[in-house]
């Protein structure tokens, strides 16, 4: 790396030509930076001193140029900075040829803007990448288009031009615009640092302080552009690099592909793995042993890309087996499975994997994958694993997969079977267990057509069990241990189904949301809708059946001696850690000498002392949605009318309280998500929090709710 100070002049006049690389991005400066270099410069022409004024570092990538021609180098930094300058002398040039300075005029074109004995582009001093670059050759050539007034660059030039133009409009005018030269030419001046061997990309993304995020895409889109003769590559882009590139957008119906991402997945298909953060290097080097050219690379690109789309486009995949066998790898969020997927998808393209073949290579990954999930199998190595499973494979992909999966440990039928009862599934594996409900639909009920967007998950037995009415109903039917059986059922798949109208089901009694689902077309409701009661009896038994019907959607079809890790967990006292939870948070009031709770209880929510008929308050805790909250119940009709006079001042209470309260049907709460008492490293954030709130419902809400008792009273 060698660091130097040079001028304007020495920058330009030099035979260099300083390309900006495609990873750079357009031109952006505006107005405002405009102004500031006319200020700079016209404080230094009003000046007699000959001090230079410093614009700031320039930092070069040498390219290995070919002896004879112009040396070239990349500006990693100071483009918008150079760019700029040449719009300037483009306009002093300009105005000094339309005043008749020829002499000053044919001197700054030679001198800065081009190179008077080269061709097409290396006849220019300053290259910016393509959508810029057509705009500053047309201005350096003296033949502005109207195409490019809109651009940056054009209007760099204009409002430069028109402040050299009331220069030259002075009665020395001339003498004027030789005295502006010399200032831009040998009194700006920058720090021109050269690397050689450095890492472009990595110098350019530690010096960028424009908050502009660079991937490692851009640096692999510039290698490519840079293995294309300049004056070739306008045409390289737009016949092969636009209609590769755009295949990456976003659609209407698709988001956006990630482009790094896919360059490491296709580095990554034939069973080499490579880290992140060195995709660019690892594509370099991989071509550069190559002999192939751009156009051929980007050929090969596009094919990829194609196959690629299908994985995370699986919907745009043009064979619907395909494409439903694609979208249960999407829900599964394997993108570490990508590379080997890759390779599975350009064997078949290829005629080297039959599409039955290649259907079960998929299916007994998304097996794999899914066992594992369930029987509580790392993750950590998905990486590696799946990066080494397309080396396994040798002559016979789906056979030579299936003894790779059966090595790192592939659980089988009954353990499988047995896990997947008692695996608190919603909770730990929500997405998997969507996919899980929605293909388990599909098999009991094959000629329903359903569609996914329409579908919430439902418990059958609630999420929330209080002391409302239908609460107490749940209570009655699970007996005195209702809050043991909640916890360890909740979210297990004995438990769960699928609605569309789960909103409307609720924590209603079992009888009637038993009624609603008897309605559906939906086949995993007709074992529920059949019983007359939801205990932990049916719920296991509900478990036990559907759980072979799963087994045989993810079959796992070769033989080992899988011995499942033992999961020693003793199982927790539900109320003994409710109770603990609770006592604590009283012990925090305590110190900030709060109200305690009317009872220290064993259930999920506690009450405190309010001293107003019909009206609670409370705070509460949900385990599976994983938030807090304290709130204010108002009952029966005495308390909704205090309710409501309430509602009438909303605006007034959360401006005093000090946030927006999340009003409901009958009370009010303050919500804190991502609480899980699971942690109970936690609980003390969980309960400083709930005292915070605790005591602005005291000194707030209740005194308001109070005030109107009072004036109802009165009146």
């Known amino acids: 790396m060698e660091a130097n100070v040079h001028t304007a002049r020495e920058i330009l006049h030099s035979t260099n030509q300083f390309l900006v690389p495609f990873f750079q991005r357009f031109y952006s400066w505006r107005r405002e930076h405009w102004e500031t270099l006319q200020s700079d410069i016209w404080q230094l022409l009003e000046s007699e001193s000959q001090d230079r004024h410093f614009l700031g570092p ?88 109207d195409e490019f007034r809109k651009l940056g660059i054009t209007r760099c030039w204009k409002y430069f031009r028109n402040f050299i133009t009331r220069l030259a409009t002075s009665s020395n005018g001339e003498e004027l615009l030789k005295r502006l030269y010399a200032v831009v030419s040998a009194q700006l001046s920058f720090v021109v640092i050269t690397i050689t061997n450095e890492n472009p990309y990595e110098i350019f993304e530690s010096l960028n302080s424009t908050g502009l995020e660079l991937e490692e895409s851009d640096l692999i889109r510039n290698y490519i552009f840079m293995k294309v003769d300049l004056d070739k590559q306008e045409k390289f882009f737009n016949q092969y690099w636009q209609p590769f590139e755009t295949k990456f957008d976003e659609t209407d119906e698709f988001p956006e592909i990630g482009r790094t991402v896919f360059y490491r997945a296709y580095l990554m298909k034939n069973g080499r793995y490579v880290n992140k953060g060195a995709t660019f290097v690892d594509f370099k080097s991989r071509f550069d042993s190559k002999e192939e050219t751009p156009e051929s690379q980007v050929n090969d690109l596009n094919q990829i890309l194609d196959l690629y789309s299908t994985i995370v486009r699986p919907t745009s995949a043009k064979d619907k087996d395909l494409s439903n066998i694609l979208s249960e790898i999407d829900s599964l969020d394997i993108s570490t499975a990508y590379p080997l997927v890759l390779n599975l998808l350009e064997r078949n393209a290829n ?145 769960l189904t699928l609605t569309g109208y789960n909103s409307g089901l609720g924590n209603r009694p079992f009888e009637e949301k ?87 209880t064993e259930t999920t929510s506690i009450d405190f002392p309010v001293g107003i008929d019909h009206v609670s308050l409370y705070a509460w805790f949900n385990r599976n949605r994983a938030e807090i909250s304290i709130g204010m119940n108002f009952q029966r009709r005495a308390g909704k009318k205090l309710f409501k ?46 005292a915070d709130k605790l005591e602005r419902f005291y000194s707030v809400i209740i005194p308001q709710v109070k005030a109107i008792v009072e004036s109802n009273e009165s009146t």
């Open 514 to 600: 038993r009624d609603e689902l008897a309605k559906s077309n939906l086949a995993l409701n007709r074992t529920i809708s059949k019983c007359d009661q939801w205990t932990p009896a049916e719920m296991a038994q509900r478990a036990k059946k559907i759980g072979q019907q799963i087994i045989e959607l993810w079959q796992k079809t070769i033989s080992d001696d899988y011995v499942p890790e033992p999961i020693e967990k003793e199982k927790p006292n539900y109320k003994v850690r409710r109770r603990e939870y609770w006592k604590q948070l009283s012990l925090i009031l305590e110190d900030r000498k709060l109200p305690q709770p009317i009872e220290i």
């Open 645 to 690: 006079a309430l509602h009438n001042e909303k605006k007034k209470a959360e401006k005093e309280f000090g946030e927006y309260l999340v009003w409901q049907s009958s009370g009010i709460q303050v919500i804190l998500p991502d609480s899980r008492i699971v942690e109970e490293d936690d609980w003390l954030d969980h309960h400083e929090w709930m």
């Open 351 to 495: 005629g080297q994997l039959s599409k039955d073949d290649l259907t079960l290579c998929l299916n007994d990954l998304c097996s794999f994958v899914i066992r594992r999930a369930i029987c509580e199998e790392s993750t950590r190595s998905y990486g590696k694993i799946f990066s080494d499973a397309i080396g396994a494979i040798k002559e016979d992909p789906t056979e030579d997969l299936r003894k790779y999966w059966a090595s790192k440990r592939w659980p089988d039928d009954k353990t499988f079977g047995e896990r997947l009862q008692s695996f608190s599934i919603y909770r730990r594996e929500p997405q998997k267990l969507f996919l899980i409900l929605q293909r388990l639909e599909q098999k009991l009920n094959p000629k329903e057509t359903i569609n996914p967007d329409e579908l919430t998950i439902e418990h059958v037995m609630p999420q929330t069990i209080n002391n409302s009415k239908n609460g107490k109903k749940w209570k009655e039917m699970l007996g005195e241990e209702w809050g043991d059986i909640q916890e360890e059922w909740l979210d297990t798949i004995g438990n």
């Open 58 to 145: 320039v930092v070069c990538h040498s390219t290995n140029s070919v002896p004879v021609e112009v040396p070239a180098f990349q500006l990693i930094d100071g483009q918008q900075r150079l760019t700029t300058l040449t719009m300037v002398l483009a306009a002093l040039r300009d105005v000094a040829k339309a005043k008749g300075f020829t002499k000053l005029a044919t001197r700054i074109h030679e001198e800065c803007l081009v190179h008077r004995h080269e061709d097409d582009l290396k006849r220019y001093k300053v290259v910016p990448r393509i959508g810029d670059r057509e705009a500053l050759i047309a201005i350096v050539d003296e033949q502005p288009k």
